[in-house]
């Protein structure tokens, strides 16, 4: 267990330094917290590179499609699926490369599916040496929750993922080898790419009276947050296969490229974005005119990254929904926030903009722990953020389930 752990947190800072260095070599850029947009690239290069990445991940998607090739997914992993390791490593490469690109889904996928396929090999190797067969299913859920937490530097959050969302269930056994696991490849992936926090945040104390806030936040979030896991869940499920997906997809990757000529946030995994919601601030002195604008601007800056998240879904692109989702939930948590400072001076904005990330993601993938530890972690937030973030996420999440139970 300890071995696989150290080795899915080599795999994940192999990925994350795959990533930078695909970044640099197609946009000449790479993101950091301070400068996660890529304005700084000259617009027509932006096209061109996301317009390229998806016609080259198009014909490798396409032709793993062909002929029963298709790599199983971490859920069906989990379950005992075979993961081929020659085409999972292609898959995985093919996904890091496209978002680095620029195109519009999430990155979190890939080194899910490097720990499961590293933990499917584990166990059939285990296997020759006594393991048991149900023994199986935790080391492959656990090792893919450890992928997540070495490329995000996220420990709890990787856990988290191995037990809320692919194993769903909790004994002393399933927290034991998912905790410990990922905090190895926590150790190793950010021994490679470093510790720093994903998302640049205020300094402003979390105040109790933010709980009177959240009761709008956490509702509105969870409203928002199942409408964007229908759409993705829609284009899953219709996704194009085969030769057709070439051309959608890079379809839609120039489309991409020709919004980004004037929003390159909605490029990448959406930590642009994401990382806008967070930045803004309501200014002494702040005019109707400013405020309207920053409300506009956020606001159809997430519906564009919503819509084309969705499309590169249905065109045929594989990748996750997870960072697309804090992005979304950022953006319109900020929109809550400047319309509040209005009423509440003082109150910080960003606060709202993270609240808001954690409780849209807790809704679009129904794992409340989950989403309350990765806002934790990628942004370093203190203890306090605990109390109004989990009534938020809570007031998303019984607001989603009268949703999602009728879906």
């Known amino acids: 267990m300890l071995c696989l752990g150290l080795l899915v947190g080599l795999s994940s800072g192999l990925l994350a330094r795959f990533f930078e260095l695909t970044q640099a070599g197609l946009l000449g850029f790479t993101e950091t917290p301070e400068a996660p947009t890529a304005e700084v690239v000259p617009p ?24 029963n090739r298709l790599v199983p997914s971490v859920g069906q992993a989990v379950k005992g699926a075979p993961m081929p390791p020659g085409r999972t490593v292609v898959h995985v490469l093919t996904q890091i490369f496209f978002v680095a690109a620029g195109g519009s889904i999430g990155r979190e996928v890939a080194p ?7 933990g499917g090999l584990w166990t059939r190797m285990g296997r020759r040496l006594g393991l048991h067969d149900q023994d199986g ?15 995000y530097i996220a420990p709890l959050t990787g856990a988290f993922f191995g037990i809320e969302v692919l194993l769903r269930r909790v004994d002393a056994e399933v927290v034991t080898v998912n905790l410990a696991m990922s905090a190895l490849a926590t150790l190793v ?20 009276w933010l709980m009177a806030v959240v009761l709008l936040i956490g509702p509105v979030m969870g409203l928002l947050g199942v409408g964007f896991r229908r759409m993705t869940s829609w284009a899953e499920a219709h996704r194009t296969n085969g030769p057709a997906a070439i051309w959608q997809l890079t379809g839609v990757a120039l489309l991409t490229g020709l919004v980004a000529l004037a929003v390159p946030q909605v490029m990448g995994n959406g930590r642009a974005l994401a990382q806008m919601g967070m930045d803004q601030r309501l200014p002494a002195g702040f005019s109707g005119l400013q405020l309207t604008q ?3 601007l956020l606001a159809l800056f997430a519906l564009a990254k919503a819509l084309l998240t969705t499309a590169t879904i249905r065109a045929g692109a594989f990748g996750g929904t997870l960072t697309p989702s804090i992005a979304l939930g950022s953006a319109m948590g900020a929109v809550l926030g400047l319309l509040l400072a209005c009423l509440v001076p003082g109150l910080p904005v960003w606060q709202c903009a993270v609240i808001g990330a954690a409780s849209l993601l807790a809704a679009s993938q129904q794992a409340p722990l989950m989403a309350m530890a990765m806002l934790m972690e990628v942004c370093h937030l203190p203890v306090m953020a605990f109390m109004p973030m989990g009534l938020a996420v809570a007031l998303s999440m019984a607001v989603s389930r009268l949703f999602v139970a009728k879906s």
Request: charged share 15%; glycine share 14%; hydrophobic share 50%.
């Open 112 to 118: 899910r599916e490097a720990g499961a396929l590293l």
């Open 137 to 151: 299913p935790l080391l492959v859920a656990s090792a893919a929750g450890a992928g997540f937490a070495g490329i």
């Open 44 to 67: 027509i290069r932006r096209l061109v590179s996301v317009t390229i990445a998806g016609l080259v991940a198009g014909l490798v998607w396409a032709w793993l499609r062909t002929r």
């Open 189 to 208: 992936g950010g021994s490679i790419k470093g510790f720093a926090p994903y998302y640049k945040v205020g300094s402003e104390s979390f105040r109790p």
């Open 294 to 296: 920053s409300l506009a």
